[in-house]
């Protein structure tokens, strides 16, 4: 399975935009880019993919790179309830619905 | 929708004990899955279904049996429960393999 590398954690402070970077270099063209979070004690929540374009849900925007190596979760104005751990991940034909999280990284906001 | 259902919230067994671990969804969702997530670790796949009557082993299925009589129902039952097995345990599902998976409040389980 293609790998994912994150930051282990970022900060931000409540309202201003947050951008989580995740670099997947050996990506290959059938491979969808995936976003989770996890909040504390709670089980991981959807958050948004993308394949090639650039992509917009209520919940976040995902810039993905013309050469598809890198992608960015965009969190327009960051909450306290937005505090968690966001995964990176890739799907494709081989891996098929299996998630495999890797360590993600830790957002903190600050008030 | 309820979405997707766990059942016990905690659970506490003793070594050698058997028992099997509820989830439910109301979506209609043809997948569905289980993980265990360690303190600290991602998750790994137990088991997984592509729809009633079809179930597959996932990276971690030693001491874990699945079964899928019905689309809405994804029991995991642990056969001998081993301390190796305390962990947090989670079922998700999705409309098809390769979608997005949405995940069940999760299962503490303690085996002493």
């Known amino acids: 399975d293609a790998k994912t590398t994150q930051p282990n954690s970022m900060e931000s402070n409540e309202e201003e935009p947050v951008h989580l970077p995740c670099n997947h270099s050996t990506i290959s063209g059938t491979d969808y880019i995936h976003w989770y979070r996890q909040l504390p004690s709670q089980g991981p929540e959807y958050v948004i993919h993308?394949?090639?374009s650039n992509v917009n849900n209520r919940m976040a925007s995902l810039a993905i790179a013309e050469d598809r190596k890198s992608s960015t979760l965009i969190l327009h104005r960051a909450t306290l309830r937005d505090a968690a751990v966001y995964y990176c991940i890739l799907i494709g034909e081989t891996s098929g619905s299996r998630l495999t999280f890797g360590e993600g990284t830790q957002l903190t906001v600050n008030p | 929708n309820a979405g997707v259902t766990q059942t016990p919230k905690f659970q506490v067994l003793k070594t050698g004990q058997s028992m099997t671990l509820q989830c439910a969804q109301d979506?209609?969702?043809?997948?569905m899955s289980w993980y265990r997530q360690d303190p600290g670790m991602g998750l790994r796949l137990i088991h997984y279904s592509v729809g009633a009557g079809i179930t597959d082993q996932g990276e971690v299925p030693n001491g874990y049996n699945v079964s899928r009589s019905t689309t809405e129902d994804f029991p995991l039952r642990l056969l001998s429960a081993a301390p190796s097995q305390t962990s947090v345990y989670f079922c998700?599902?999705?409309?098809?393999?390769?979608?997005?998976?949405?995940f069940g409040p999760g299962t503490r389980l303690t085996v002493t």
């Open positions: 993308g394949l090639t």
């Open positions: 998700a599902s999705s409309r098809h393999r390769g979608f997005e998976q949405y």
């Open positions: 979506m209609n969702h043809e997948y």
